[in-house]
């Protein structure tokens, strides 16, 4: 009766025989549990495959015949997964697989643990390890969760390059003078020095509002003696717009001295400049 049924399907089935041909199909169907060996090897043409047990490994079936070889695992092995496996015991799986894969066969263990327990995440890597090909369950979903996590071909290939990146950052506020140094000359007492001209360039990408503070001061001269557009140092401001093209904006700030009468001898200083954004 069941080779009627898989006859009906023979356009996607695979078909053993005569002798050891194979016509791989889409779908290989392997008779297990109670099977009619002598019957079955009687066919010329199979339309499925016989499940083989360990027993087998040792009467050189062809895998045309047998191309699964099933048995339970305590038959075999004691351990069932708590702690670590017996070193002994993983080396009688690893002979067990590579016996099987030598002769074309696969290998299946039914009896091993299948509840979602401690002990079958112990085992199951085992059998994975050991290249174990079909792992036996009821658990589908936990299985297939199991093999997307562990097993290295069912993980998506992936492949590196790389690109390297720079930039150059314009900082929102930034500030160049361009003046480093004024010399004013001899003045007298009381008397205004001629102006002279700094230059303040904006090289941020925001507009600024530019303030003056005195640094460096001998006996206080410039903080009375300097005027910035007119203006004490502390009320000084000159807004510089931002030039989105180039990032430069230049802005020319008058700076003369009116000398004060208690004055005399040499001065130096410093003016340092502070933008904010507006």
Avoid at 59 to 65: E, L, R, Y
Avoid at 101 to 125: I, K, M, N, S, Y
Avoid at 144 to 163: C, R
């Amino acid at each position: 009766m069941l080779r009627g049924v898989l006859g009906d399907y023979e356009d996607i089935i695979t078909i053993f025989g005569p002798g050891d041909q194979v016509k791989e199909g889409a779908i290989t169907a392997i008779i297990s549990g109670n099977r009619a060996r002598e019957m079955m090897e009687a066919e010329d043409i199979r339309y499925a495959a016989y499940d083989g047990r360990f027993d087998d490994l040792e009467a050189g079936v062809p895998a045309s015949f047998i191309p699964l070889i099933s048995d339970k695992w305590t038959k075999y092995f004691n351990w069932s997964g708590e702690g670590h496996i017996p070193e002994e015991e993983r080396q009688n799986l690893s002979d067990i697989v590579e016996t099987a894969h030598l002769q074309g066969q696969r290998v299946r263990f039914w009896a091993t643990p299948d509840e979602p327990t401690p002990e079958r995440e112990t085992v199951w890597p085992e059998l994975l390890a050991a290249d174990v090909d079909l792992i036996n369950t009821d658990d589908l979903e936990g299985l297939q969760e199991f093999l997307l996590e562990h097993d290295p071909l069912l993980k998506p290939s992936t492949d590196t390059a790389t690109t390297e990146l720079t930039a150059n950052v314009i900082p929102a506020i930034s500030i160049t003078v361009e003046t480093t140094a004024l010399d004013f000359g001899t003045v007298g007492a009381g008397l205004s020095s001629d102006a002279l001209q700094i230059r303040i360039v904006n090289t941020g990408t925001h507009n600024i509002s530019v303030t003056a503070e005195i640094g460096a001061d001998e006996e206080n001269f410039y903080t009375e003696a300097i005027r910035l557009n007119g203006a004490f140092v502390d009320g000084f401001s000159e807004e510089v717009p931002v030039d989105l093209t180039d990032f430069k904006n230049a802005e020319d700030i008058s700076a003369c001295l009116e000398v004060p009468l208690w004055t005399g001898g040499e001065y130096d200083g410093t003016v340092l400049f502070v933008a904010e954004g507006i």
